[in-house]
Structure formats: C-alpha cells, structure tokens
C-alpha cells in the first residue's frame, strides 16, 4: 500500500519545489519475546513498520506527482440537448418522483417560505412551520416547478410536476 502526502514550505518559498513523501508498508516481522535486557532505540527499530522516502518532483507538475505516476485523459465535449417528448410522457428516469428529488424541492420551497414567498395554497388550515406547507403544496401539485433530468450523454428532459405521479 503506497501513500502520498505533499509537504509545503514557508509562506516565502511557496513557489518552489514541493516535496512528495512516499510511504511504503514493509513485511510484519514477528515479535522477539526476549527483549530482556535490549536497549529500547532497538525496540523501536523493530516495532517501526513504515520506511519514508523523500522524492523531488517538478515544478510543472501541477499535482506535485511524478510525471510516471499522472494519467491524463483527453477531455470529451457533450452538447446539451433537450429531449422534446410527445404528450406528457417521461423518457427519461422513472415516472414517478424520486425520493431525491422530492426532498430537493420540499427543501427549496422551505426556504422560499421562510424567506417571505406567498403560499400557494389554502392557509386556513393550521401550519406549524415551513416544511408542512411546502410537503402540501407538492402534494398538491401547485408547484410551478419543472425538474431537469440529464443523461451521461449531454441529454436532458424539463418535466413538470404535474406530468409526475
């Protein structure tokens, strides 16, 4: 198992080279049960499992890794374009309203309510904070809320709330 921490410098030679530390796992060795007697600088010396090795490494290199060690991968270019559907149906993602997207939308509306928005519903029943009303006014479809689902690919889908289940 390999591990990399980079050390940095003073504030005054940010600049400069960094320094990488890789730290190899060396085999367990077992343990001497006649230590008796032993100086303890050998005890520790035995107890030590880790070996640090300093490496100086490039100033180009913008991760502070060996050039060996950095894998670039070219970088692809998707166009976003939106899938026109044909009379209220979903084509992307399940048709009914995912627990995700759910609390997303109870979570923003909250913050609408708690921030002065008007509620969009009825208010002679009596609310004790935010969230009831924002979980009634979804669930009651008043939402004037539409959810962008987007595909890998670049592909996306605007569905209203009411298209949902």
Do not use: H
């Not at 390999?2 to 940010?14: G, H, P, Q, T």
């Not at 085999?27 to 100086?56: A, F, M």
């Not at 993602?93 to 913050?111: C, K, M, N, V």
């Amino acid at each position: 198992m390999l591990l990399f921490l980079v050390l940095r410098r003073s504030s005054a030679e940010k600049n400069k080279e960094k320094k990488l530390v890789k730290v190899k796992k060396q085999p367990k060795v077992k343990k001497d049960t006649g230590t008796k007697g032993k100086n303890p600088q050998e005890k520790e010396k035995k107890s030590k499992k880790t070996k640090i090795e300093i490496l100086e490494t490039d100033e180009e290199s913008k991760s502070g890794r060996p050039k060996d060690e950095v894998v670039v991968y070219p970088e692809m270019n998707f166009e976003a374009r939106e899938i026109t559907p044909q009379d209220s149906q979903v084509l992307i993602g399940p048709p009914t309203l995912t627990r995700f997207e759910r609390a997303r939308i109870i979570g923003s509306r909250s913050l609408q309510l708690s921030l002065g928005a008007p509620i969009l519903i009825d208010s002679s029943k009596k609310f004790n904070d935010t969230i009831s009303i924002a979980i009634a006014e979804l669930d009651l479809k008043v939402l004037p809320i539409s959810i962008r689902r987007v595909l890998p690919n670049g592909l996306y889908q605007d569905i209203p709330i009411d298209w949902l289940k």
